[in-house]
């Protein structure tokens, strides 16, 4: 029928994890606008996440603020049966919280061997551990319902390796295959495992700000590596992410879709 919305999610009840904030805020009022029956939004500050759960209600949409910090499993199983509790059994998982530490658009890391090792254990933690915890507390609903959808984001640094981003590389290359083995293990469930390889991200900033921003020259060089000459926006990981939790990638699983503005290209 013209006019249907082809990327309705027909009242499924979705958990976003780092949702307070950039990627994680835009997906989860993304998938509220394309008919989730609700979202559970967290973060780790429970401000943020209350935030945009009360933008979700302004929709009509169901929503609960469910802080946790994902790198903790009992953390994210409280954070589960809350979610659950409160909106009904999830069967859409978007891993979003991730941590890649100082904005390495405005100032360098350092090179591996002079990174202190007791800083890897935090990029480890929440890109790595974050999605096994996840995945491990709301696969077994998802299992007896016989339905779900789980979109993990990683990164170009995970796909081609970043200098000074070792670890964090490390850890999002990890998650990658992380979501072609549960691919594998749950797809006979009617669960799908995908993933989005992002590169970097506008972070919040006003247009004098944006201004003056795009035209310091360290950006300039940055993006000279870009085919489209910008950063990506939250709405354009949050429309990917709709697409991959609807009916119409229901055959989708187990791949990873660069999302980059062309910084590294897939065969």
Known sequence: MIGEDILDLGGQVALVTGAGQGAGRGIALMLARHGAGGVAVNDYVLDRAEAVAEEIRALGVKAAAVQADVSDL???????????????????????????????????????????PAEWGKYLGTNL????????????????????????ITSDSGRA???????????????????????????????????????????????????????????KNQLSRYIVRRYGKPDEVAALTLFLCSDMAAWITGQTYPLNGGYTLAV
């Open 74 to 116: 009992e953390s994210v199983r409280a954070m589960a049966a809350k979610a659950t509790a409160e909106l009904g059994p999830v069967s859409i998982l978007v891993n979003n919280a991730g941590m890649a530490g100082p904005n390495a658009q405005l100032r360098p890391r350092a090179v591996f061997w002079e990174e202190d």
């Open 129 to 152: 551990y974050g999605v096994f915890n996840c995945c491990h507390a709301l696969l077994p609903g998802m299992v007896t319902a016989q339905r779900g959808r789980i979109v993990t």
């Open 161 to 219: 390796g970043e200098p000074r981003q070792a670890v964090y590389s490390a850890a999002k290359a990890g998650a990658a295959g992380f979501v072609r083995s549960i691919a594998k293990e749950a797809g006979r469930y009617g669960i799908t495992s995908n993933a989005i390889s992002l590169s970097s991200l506008e972070f919040p900033m006003s247009e004098e700000e944006r201004e003056k921003f795009y035209a310091l020259d360290q950006i």
